[in-house]
């Protein structure tokens, strides 16, 4: 009989190596998958996980890895202050949505003009977008006491059908000849995100994860915030003697992942993705909630845990071309990935151990 | 606004209503039994596309809805492995069914896209369904519509009346009391799980053989989630599961319906309504001196391990 006995504080081996084991698990459990479905499952592997950093094209794919990262690691970062507090934001999507829309909005009341503000201000723009959508869940959470998981989910369905509205009525290109999708970026260069070193896939969306990834850190290890919000999530009751005020923390702990998806969503959208369109937006929003688990909630793992998850979103679409792979199972492959890291966390908080008799 | 025949919607409302009728009615077992499923739309979905996959092969309407139930309730084992066995967050664990599930669905439909589905008959009331308003409304419906709305007197019997109904809801209250009397907490948790799992497949087996009806990538769009937005609407309580879902199966068939008859109000305004009705619900149900927060089982959402 296998006993799970709880270790009076977590094993802080565990805690480093259950991500990795996870990862393990998961190629091996992917593996089988990618055999269920026809194709050699090392093939598979090494074209997901090895050809993009050192195959053939790695020269260009390695610079996609920043592209799809700073996304990831911006809006994961943010979704992981509130995951610590216990806050559960899954509607980072929308406010990523929103935040493009907002930030282009701006763009392209300005244009043709050009000027260096331009830029500022759309990504000031952005944040807000993102923030008050984000605000939505929180305010309805702090004076109705209602689920911030239901509603903050709900307005991203509301946010796709405002992206529906933006990109074939009140952004579409008027040059556009009726097709929907707003301006291109790429031919405006006030308001573009280019490449900032060429070949490396960085652009200021990089910049900015980077960036919020030291804060973050500084915040959750120097700063008495981020004590508090590590305070709130394991210990509510300690907090509220402690006068940590619950509400401040969830429109805090919202409105900053809201912002940082706020922001992701401007950089994306000037940047890789070049317009608004019906569907720029490709699920980094959720995305980033398995980022934000596998980096342990950490930002120096979630700095590590969105350049893997990159990995496999790049891997993904060269093994959907090259051996022909389903683009759907890589999206299942990601999910699987958030099951064994679940799985492998009781490791950190129990120990395991096997006795003769059952227990009652 | 003229051409909506209000028969007609009343019986469009009804078969509307029946996937989160389905997935709500599981998800309340579920939660009455102290466990927070959040991964109801990644279940729906699963079922979705094995209830279509096996009707499609098999020819039988029948034997998708079975299919559909089984591949919901492979998912919730999953979770209740993982949550009840492993003791991960619900919440977390939830969120990744979902996610997995919305993938797993999309790979496992990829050969179905653009299938028509074996239709699903209507049962055979004769003269009854000639009667008029009476007949569309009450005695034109396919099986599965009676079978949602006998699960609802079934589970609301099974709560209140039954021995079994009375465990699972001390299991829900209290785990630590129910365990100390001697019931077996984490084995009725996991068969609340596999119920529940199995309503929310058949619910989306019923999205993709009868309210669509052809398999695409997300064909549930969120019908899970506000499944789960209603059992928080019904105060956890099966009639009013009942009352929501005609409450957003309405609001869905309206919406369409004044699409349909070129309404003026914007067609964007009116797909957005479903998920806004959805929150401003939740809004009035969870304040007002928090009555719905007083109804939730005591111990939903949190981790049972047993020391002794």
Known sequence: MIVLEKRPSPSAYWARMSPVLAVVLTMIAGGLMFAALGKDPVVAIRTIFWDPLFGEFAFYLR???LVKAGPLILIAIGLSLGFRAG??????????????ICGAAVGLAFYPTESRLIFPAMLVAGIFGG?????IPAILKTRFNTNEILVSLMLVYVAQTVLAMASTGFLRNPDGMGFPGSRSF???????NPELIAGSGLHWGGVAALLTVLAAHVLLSRHILGFRIRLAGQAPRAARYAGVNPDRLVMLCLGLAGGLAGAAGL???TGPAGQI??????GYGFTAIIVAFLGRRNPLGILLAGLLMALTYIGGEMAATNLNLPSAAIQAFQGMLLFFLLASDVLTNYRIRLTGKEAA | MGGIDPVLLIAALIVASVPILFAALGELVVERAGVLNLGVEGMMIVGAVTGFITAVETGSPLLGYVGGALGGAMLAAVFGALTLGLLTNQVATG?????FGLGFASLMGQGYVGIKPPLTADVPFGPLADIPVLGPIVFGHDPLVYLSLGMVFAVQWFLRASRAGLVL????????????????VVRIRFLAVLFGGAMAGLGGAYVSLVRVPQWVDGITAGAGWIALAIVVFASWRPNRVLLGAWLFGGISVLQLNLQVAGSVIPVEYLSMAPYLVTILVLVIMSSGRGKAALAAPAALGQTFHATR
């Open chain 1, 267 to 269: 950089f994306e959208v």
């Open chain 2, 95 to 99: 969120l990744a069914l979902t996610l």
């Open chain 1, 186 to 192: 790429s031919a405006y260069p006030a308001a573009q």
């Open chain 1, 277 to 282: 369109s019906i569907d720029f937006n490709v």
């Open chain 1, 131 to 135: 923030w008050v959508w984000a605000m």
């Open chain 1, 87 to 100: 806050i559960w934001n899954i509607g980072a999507e929308g406010q990523y949505i929103m935040g493009a």
């Open chain 2, 169 to 184: 809801r001390a299991v829900g209250e209290s785990h630590e009391a129910a365990h100390a009397l001697g019931y077996k």
């Open chain 1, 63 to 65: 610079g996609q890895l």
